[in-house]
Structures are given as C-alpha cells and as structure tokens.
C-alpha cells in the first residue's frame, strides 16, 4: 500500500498547511531550546504513558500546542505529554507531536528532539495517513529533518528562527556502519539478543547508543546501519509511541529509502486505534531489518 504524499493531499490548503507546519516546528525550536535551562526537573504530573513528566515537556507542548493550534489547516493536535487529542479547528490535517523526545537526557546535557508528524485524517490516525514527518535535533547545531513529498531534507535551524537546507533527498547509506539498541539487556527476548551479537559481531559496525531515539535515529541516516527499541520480556509492545514515534520516524527511514519494522511488518502498517498505544520499533538498512524479522520470526 502507497503512503499518501503531498501530490495526493486534497487541496493547496493543505499543501501550505504543511509548509506552515514546519515553520512552526523550525520558528519554535530556538526557542524551547533557549528555555530548557530551568527546566530541567521533574514536572508535577506524569504523561499518559505513567512516565515522569520534565518541566521542559511540558513547556515545549504548550508552547507548540498553541502555534500549530492556531494554523488555519490544522483540525486536531496531540501529543505523548496529554491525554486526548484537542480540536483546534476545521481543517482536515491532524498534528501529533513528541514535544521533546528523549528529555531523560536533559539531566546529563545529551541529545534531544522534537518530532512532529501531519496526518490527513482524525486521530488517531493510520501510518498510511502521513503527509509530512521529521524532526528538529538539539544537538551542537541544531538541524531539521522534514520527510515529505517523497524527499528527505536536513535544514539548519538558527537561532533567528531561519533555517536553511543543508542536504537534500537524503538516502541511507548502504553499508550501515553504526548500530545501537534499547531496553535492559536482561529484558530482551532471546532471538533478539541472539541477533544483536550477530550485528556487533561486524567489524566494520560500532555501537553507539544515546538513550534519545531521535539522536540514534539520527545516526542512521546520517551513517546507516540499524537501531531497535525491541520488544521486551517485560514489554511486548516495547516503549515507544506508535502515533508519535513509530509512524513519524518509520515514514523519515521508508522515505530516506531504509526499511523499518515492528519486528514482522512494516511500521507505517502497524494497526493500533488508541492515541499512546506502543510498538516495538526497528529500523534500518533493508538487509538488516530484514534479517531482524528473520531472526524474530
Ligand atoms: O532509557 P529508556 O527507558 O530505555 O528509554 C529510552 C527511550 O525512551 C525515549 O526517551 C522515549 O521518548 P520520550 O523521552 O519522548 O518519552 C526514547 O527517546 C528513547 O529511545
Ligand atoms: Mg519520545
Ligand atoms: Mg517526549
């Protein structure tokens, strides 16, 4: 089945939506950045998902719930920070957000990104729905990933808000040189684990692994290779958030020409009708997503 791209979205409304869209995420980078310093701590509540909520999750999801709210195109916001998804209009795109992904790294100062997906329908959506996906990364620079349109694009993102394309149509590698996976060790099954050793067992692969999935996806696409967060003996359905990290981030890979995997399909054919459902997410160079669901099977 086809993923739906800009070609087939409905209208030029929903075209500039989109481009409005990811000015939103680039104009607001800057700044949750500049306001993450104070927020490094514990919020008072927990997010729907039962995990410590930080200051700056929060900070970053009223922050961007009010300006993508406020687009003429956008009839329905969500995020992995509340319980439902909010009407925020009549337009017939939906946007669903990762405010800040791997915020357990604000502590020690690591990685962290803001992910954002356009879906063209009600939430929760399908994978098929996507019409945009990417992400900004807090790194030493900040840049900007937009999957759209059958393209892959890297902007910089400075702290004017401007942002300009750095690398366009962005494919993966092809001999993947980095790999990285989450989880406890302990917790994994032991056909995952089994095909763990086999990829580190490559000399020409090494591992890196950051604890924020945006940075290790990242790494990916910038050098190939193959990240999972798997599914766990504790957790079949693993961590991560079909809506707001599975879809976003399997729609960047399949368009950057990688594969992607809940362990037997691919994550945009992944079927879940509640908003913070999970899955278990693999994601990579074809051969060893292919080998990964050949070693799950
Ligand atoms: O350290 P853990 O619990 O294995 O989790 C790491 C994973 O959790 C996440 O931080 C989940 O995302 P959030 O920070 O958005 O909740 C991923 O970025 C990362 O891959
Ligand atoms: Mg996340
Ligand atoms: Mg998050």
């Known amino acids: 089945m086809a993923t739906k791209d800009i070609n087939t979205a409905d209208t030029a409304r929903e075209i500039r939506t ?17 306001g993450l310093p104070g927020r490094r701590v514990a919020a008072e509540e927990e997010n729907p998902s039962g995990e ?16 993508i709210g406020a687009l003429e195109g956008v009839g329905e916001y969500a995020s992995e920070e509340r319980a439902e998804s909010i009407d925020v209009g009549n337009g017939s795109l939906s946007v669903a957000l990762d405010p800040l992904d791997g915020s357990s790294n604000l502590k020690p100062n690591n990685t962290m990104g803001t992910i954002f997906a356009v879906y063209d329908g009600p939430l929760p959506a399908h ?7 990417g992400y900004v990364l807090y790194g030493p620079v900040m840049t900007m990933i937009v999957a759209r349109d059958g393209t892959v694009n890297e902007y910089v993102v400075y702290d004017d808000s401007s942002y300009e394309l ?8 092809e001999d993947g040189t980095v790999y ?4 406890r060790v302990p917790d994994w099954t032991d056909d995952f684990e089994a095909f763990a050793r086999e990829v580190e067992q490559d000399a020409s692969r090494k591992l890196r692994y950051g604890g924020s999935m945006i940075g290790d996806v990242n790494q ?11 599914t766990l003996q504790s957790a ?8 707001f990290e599975g879809y976003p981030i399997g729609y960047v890979i399949e368009t950057a020409g990688g594969a992607t995997s809940d362990g037997t399909k691919s994550l945009l054919d992944v079927d879940k009708d509640e908003l913070h459902a999970r899955t278990p997410l693999y994601i990579g160079n074809t051969d060893l997503v292919t080998k990964l669901e050949a070693a799950l099977d």
């Open 180 to 183: 990285g996976f989450g989880g």
């Open 52 to 67: 410590t909520q930080m200051a700056a999750d929060v900070f970053a999801d009223d922050l961007l719930c009010e300006r």
């Open 220 to 230: 990916i696409l910038t050098y190939g290779g193959i990240f999972s967060y798997p």
């Open 166 to 173: 750095v690398r366009e149509d962005i494919t993966l590698p």
């Open 127 to 133: 994978g098929r729905d996507l019409v945009a996906a």
């Open 236 to 243: 079949p359905e693993g961590k991560l958030r079909v809506q």
């Open 18 to 34: 989109i481009d409005e869209v990811v000015d939103v995420i680039a104009s607001t980078a800057p700044e949750i950045r500049t």
